[in-house]
């Protein structure tokens, strides 16, 4: 358990510095890669108990995204099936569920394929300066399907 605890101190101590950088810098929007889906939609009834270790993370997601203000992306597989949505969005039952009072309507989060649902890739382009938001994606057939 220590070393639960001391590597989820590291991470959300890294996710704040990076938030701080991106503040300093006036950077036009952050992203966030993990592995780990904390808001999994193909579970229909998550428990504390497989996700109470998101907590920290999600409490620092929503604290830094709210402070930096612009655009935050939120990047994960472990589901694997595309989805794109606003996990942390105002009326959105995770919040509840992690315990938190305070929304994050700047987040957005992109699931990406994978595992045995291998049939494309995401495209992620930026936009110029002024452009509506700063990202977009495109799901992009493989043209040879893995086997």
Do not use: C
């Not at 009834?45 to 999600?58: D, I, M, R």
């Not at 992690?98 to 992620?124: E, H, I, M």
């Amino acid at each position: 358990m220590k070393e639960v605890r001391d590597r989820t101190a590291a991470d959300t101590k890294e996710l704040t510095e990076t938030f701080r950088k991106a503040r300093e810098n006036d950077d036009r929007a952050v992203v966030v890669m993990t592995q780990a889906d904390m808001f999994d939609p193909t579970v229909t009834a998550p428990t504390q108990e497989n996700y109470s270790a998101f907590t920290p993370l999600v409490q620092t997601l929503i604290r830094e995204s709210n402070a930096f203000g612009g655009p935050v992306y939120l990047i994960n597989g472990d589901s694997h099936v595309y989805n794109q949505d606003h996990p942390l969005a105002a009326g959105s039952p995770w919040l509840d569920f992690y315990g938190q009072d305070t929304a994050a309507k700047n987040l957005t989060r992109v699931t990406v394929d994978g595992w045995d649902n291998t049939k494309d890739w995401l495209k992620v382009t930026t936009t110029k300066a002024g452009a509506p938001g700063v990202l977009s994606f495109e799901r992009i057939p493989f043209t040879n399907a893995a086997s």
